[in-house]
């Protein structure tokens, strides 16, 4: 035996999955995500939209360049800044992220009517918000066996920040007006800032307290611009963008696409509603699958499910078959999505490990919010121009069933559950 192969000292028992430390830090993750993020804001809009035109006169596709804006904001700073989550750590970003939006959010309470400042402080909001990159690298790190499992939890949780939200904003719209949505949003923003500077922890960290945690160029992984030219990132970043485009572009369009085919307004949003519980129930689903995975293949069966539910989606109608089909089309959408949800994480920590986490995230986060953004006006063309959504149906199945090639040509993971390299020839 080697010097190498000795072992360096008594053998230290595996801190627990579940172990209070870890809930906390899991806690804090949590709390700023649904409180000390860009959330708040976001969903925000829908309900800003009225008082805000109604007193500075502006049309609702102006109003709508707020969220593009946020969302083109994201886009040009994900890249650099999820780069500084490496090279300079978690907290620093995060905390210093969150003290930044909560700032910016209240700023927007100052606007005197200039659409400008409407889309310059949502397109610096979206640009700030990049720094949330960071909790997902923390969460990433936190489990071992039940990796798969925790970022599907965290996935339906970050689905309930509607329910959470939307009450909250509606109370400070009904009593401090718009302004005050935004200086009431922004208090809650910081208010986080605290939790994170008690619990939040540098990734992989092996002790609680202020001294935990290794120097971010000591984690093990593949660097960067190492990964960026591997095929993986590429076919990862490919499956990701072509699976976006049927979510994102239908979703506005579902309800106006069943009307069309005859399915009374009633059945229309208690499917929706089905598919929504559907995908909650897929996302617990592919956690576990993960966590028993070998491959990147596991996403194969879930875009199947997707491609012959959007084939479905082709055959509904008002008849009693029509609506059967409806409801196993829609449930099956639901479920694969939600299956798929925490996939891509899990994939680029499987694929190049940990210490590239953010640069990687931020590299794919603009191909992305591309695809989040051009699908659902392509839909609404594709009707516009044919006056049916079938041609945009048939183009996603088609863009679908080409994920499910992508994810079996992925092949093995090169690093264990420990995101520890696996030792193979390539």
Known sequence: MTNLDQPLGPAVAEESDFSPRKLRISAAIILGTLFGSTVLPMMAIGLLLLPMTGEFGWSRTQFSLGMTAMMLGGACSSWWLGWLVDRLGVRVMVIGGTVCVGLMTMALSLQNGALWQFITGFAVLGGLGSTAIGYQKVLSSLFTKHRGKALAIFGVESSLAGAVSIPLI???????????????MGAIILATVPVSLLWLAEPDAPAPGPEAGADPQDIPGTPLAQALKTRQFWFITLAGVLAIIPAIGLSPHLVPYLIDRGVPMGSALGVV?????????????????LDHSRGAWIAAPFSLISTL????????????????????????????????????????????????????????????????????PLVGLCFDRFGTYVPALWAMVGLMGLTVALYLVLGPYRYDRQLAPIARPD
């Open 309 to 376: 539910a959007l084939v479905g989606l082709l055959f509904l109608s008002g008849s009693g078959l029509g609506q059967m089909v409806m409801v196993a089309s829609f449930v099956a959408m639901g479920f694969a999505a939600g299956a798929k949800r925490p996939m891509a994480t899990y994939f680029q920590l499987r694929f190049f490990g940990l210490r590239a986490f953010g640069g990687i995230s931020g590299a794919q986060a603009p191909f992305l919010a591309i695809g989040m953004g051009v699908a659902p």
């Open 273 to 289: 509603t089905a598919m929504s519980v559907a995908m909650a129930v897929g996302t617990l689903a592919g956690g576990w699958s």
């Open 170 to 184: 509606q109370w400070l719209l009904v009593n401090h007006g718009w302004r005050g949505v935004f200086v009431g």
